[in-house]
């Protein structure tokens, strides 16, 4: 497992003539058949740093931690402790499926690297196959940190007297693909080493998939695997002028009053600015034009968020009404449906109904949030409002003594 910190985040005190941090970080992996924890690791891991410039703070610290588990189902929790600053922290909640490869060609996770050299160091901490694996956990590139993504993967059961296809591809958000390359490769081994770099320097900033694909001589598919990551090239402008005038057209014919509505039910993704800004338009075409140009950067992805589609967000909200409503609240102003508008669906929910000596509660997790968050509600009143007590989730409700709640 590999795992990253920012310097700039840490807490020092100076020692030395350098600036020292401590994290704590404890490492606990659960087997979800036995319901029994294989793994219950405190560990500690020094940040020394020689300055606080802002040199030094954009280098960001990697390090790894390895683990031999049996085949299973497993889950993976992370709790990191800022030791000089102990309410500052960060944790992670992840699912692990440990399983052997078989027979079949395939190909292990995909690894996006800052870096990959020969080395013949056996010893370091990132040698792999006769090279120097430099990860990146964060997984952001671009032209401000690795203009360059590396990927690494390993590919199992080959012909070896076979020749094959490898096509490395870029997605963007709406499945097409953006950057795509293909060669042809006979690997001589039965079990192979599959490097390789790419320049993303020239693409929008945004959320992207890289996907390798294996296929045999003619280029038919035989396996892939992929991966998400972030691009951060600020140097590309994006003309927004053409998306808003096609944007426009989708709000041709409504009222003032719906406009006013739709606006209102996406306060969740406005600025406060964008706020005070649409209740001073009065006009039906102003608001028309207001909102085309709102969606447009939804849409495209702003202010640290993920691109939102306009219909996917209002369907949401339309869900949110149907499932949520709690007393005379709608059920997008709820806090679960506040959540569920926001995240969308999550991947996982722990129901806890009501008992002698606690109060209903849910637990929803989103593995693909972060690294993993959660956020948890508890039915504080009795009447079926759940509200929001605690999340993992940066800028989010955070109160590790939310057990408080179910007395």
């Given at each position: 497992?590999?795992?990253?910190?920012?310097?700039g985040?840490?807490s020092?005190?100076?020692?030395d003539?350098r600036?020292s941090?401590?994290?704590k970080?404890?490492?606990?992996?659960?087997?979800?058949?036995s319901?029994?924890y294989?793994?219950?690791?405190?560990?500690g891991?020094?940040v020394v740093?020689?300055?606080?410039?802002q040199?030094s703070?954009?280098?960001?610290?990697?390090?790894m931690?390895?683990?031999?588990?049996p085949?299973?189902?497993?889950?993976?929790e992370v709790i990191?402790?800022?030791?000089?600053a102990?309410?500052?922290?960060?944790?992670?909640y992840?699912?692990l499926?440990?399983?052997p490869?078989?027979t079949?060609?395939?190909?292990?996770?995909?690894?996006?690297?800052?870096?990959?050299k020969?080395s013949?160091?056996?010893?370091e901490?990132?040698f792999?196959?006769?090279?120097?694996?430099?990860?990146?956990p964060?997984?952001?590139?671009?032209?401000?940190s690795?203009?360059?993504?590396f990927?690494?993967?390993?590919i199992y059961?080959?012909?070896?007297l076979?020749?094959?296809?490898?096509?490395?591809?870029?997605?963007g958000?709406?499945?097409?693909?953006?950057?795509?390359?293909s060669?042809?490769?006979?690997?001589g081994?039965k079990?192979?080493?599959e490097?390789?770099?790419?320049?993303?320097?020239?693409?929008?900033?945004?959320?992207?998939?890289?996907r390798?694909?294996?296929?045999?001589?003619?280029?038919?598919?035989?396996?892939?695997?992929?991966k998400?990551?972030y691009?951060y090239n600020?140097?590309?402008?994006?003309?927004?002028a053409?998306?808003g005038?096609?944007?426009?057209?989708?709000?041709?014919?409504?009222?003032?009053e719906?406009?006013?509505?739709e606006f209102r039910?996406?306060q969740y993704?406005?600025t406060?600015?964008?706020?005070?800004?649409?209740?001073?338009?009065?006009s039906?075409?102003g608001?028309r034009e207001?909102?085309a140009?709102?969606?447009?950067?939804?849409?495209?992805?702003?202010?640290?968020r993920?691109?939102v589609?306009?219909m996917a967000?209002?369907q949401?909200?339309?869900?949110?009404v149907?499932?949520?409503?709690?007393?005379?609240?709608?059920?997008?102003r709820?806090d679960r449906g506040?959540i569920?508008?926001l995240y969308?669906e999550?991947?996982?929910?722990?129901r806890?109904?009501?008992?002698?000596d606690?109060?209903p509660y849910?637990?929803?997790?989103?593995y693909?949030?972060?690294?993993?968050v959660?956020?948890?509600?508890?039915?504080?009143?009795?009447?079926g409002?759940?509200?929001?007590v605690?999340?993992t989730?940066r800028?989010e409700l955070?109160d590790d003594d939310w057990?408080?709640?179910?007395?």
């Amino acid at each position: 497992m590999y795992y990253g910190f920012y310097p700039g985040l840490v807490s020092y005190e100076q020692r030395d003539g350098r600036f020292s941090g401590f994290l704590k970080v404890n490492t606990r992996i659960k087997n979800t058949q036995s319901d029994r924890y294989v793994v219950n690791r405190l560990s500690g891991v020094p940040v020394v740093i020689k300055d606080t410039s802002q040199a030094s703070m954009r280098s960001t610290f990697v390090s790894m931690l390895g683990i031999v588990l049996p085949y299973g189902e497993y889950a993976l929790e992370v709790i990191v402790v800022d030791s000089l600053a102990p309410r500052r922290r960060d944790s992670l909640y992840l699912p692990l499926s440990v399983r052997p490869y078989g027979t079949a060609v395939s190909i292990s996770d995909l690894e996006l690297c800052s870096n990959i050299k020969q080395s013949d160091q056996k010893n370091e901490l990132f040698f792999k196959n006769s090279l120097e694996v430099m990860p990146n956990p964060t997984l952001v590139f671009g032209v401000a940190s690795h203009p360059m993504m590396f990927n690494y993967s390993e590919i199992y059961n080959l012909d070896p007297l076979k020749s094959y296809t490898v096509k490395t591809q870029i997605l963007g958000q709406d499945g097409k693909v953006v950057k795509e390359t293909s060669k042809q490769r006979k690997y001589g081994v039965k079990n192979a080493v599959e490097p390789g770099t790419t320049n993303v320097a020239s693409i929008q900033s945004g959320r992207y998939r890289f996907r390798l694909i294996l296929g045999d001589e003619a280029g038919v598919p035989i396996t892939q695997m992929e991966k998400t990551f972030y691009l951060y090239n600020p140097h590309i402008q994006v003309t927004q002028a053409a998306a808003g005038s096609i944007k426009a057209t989708e709000f041709a014919g409504m009222s003032a009053e719906e406009l006013a509505d739709e606006f209102r039910k996406a306060q969740y993704i406005a600025t406060d600015q964008e706020i005070r800004t649409f209740a001073q338009i009065t006009s039906e075409e102003g608001r028309r034009e207001f909102m085309a140009k709102f969606w447009t950067e939804v849409e495209n992805g702003r202010l640290g968020r993920a691109p939102v589609p306009r219909m996917a967000y209002l369907q949401r909200v339309l869900a949110a009404v149907q499932r949520f409503k709690a007393m005379n609240r709608e059920g997008w102003r709820t806090d679960r449906g506040r959540i569920f508008v926001l995240y969308s669906e999550p991947d996982e929910i722990e129901r806890f109904p009501t008992s002698s000596d606690s109060k209903p509660y849910e637990i929803w997790h989103f593995y693909s949030i972060e690294n993993g968050v959660e956020f948890v509600f508890v039915d504080r009143s009795g009447f079926g409002e759940y509200q929001l007590v605690h999340s993992t989730k940066r800028g989010e409700l955070r109160d590790d003594d939310w057990q408080r709640f179910l007395q």
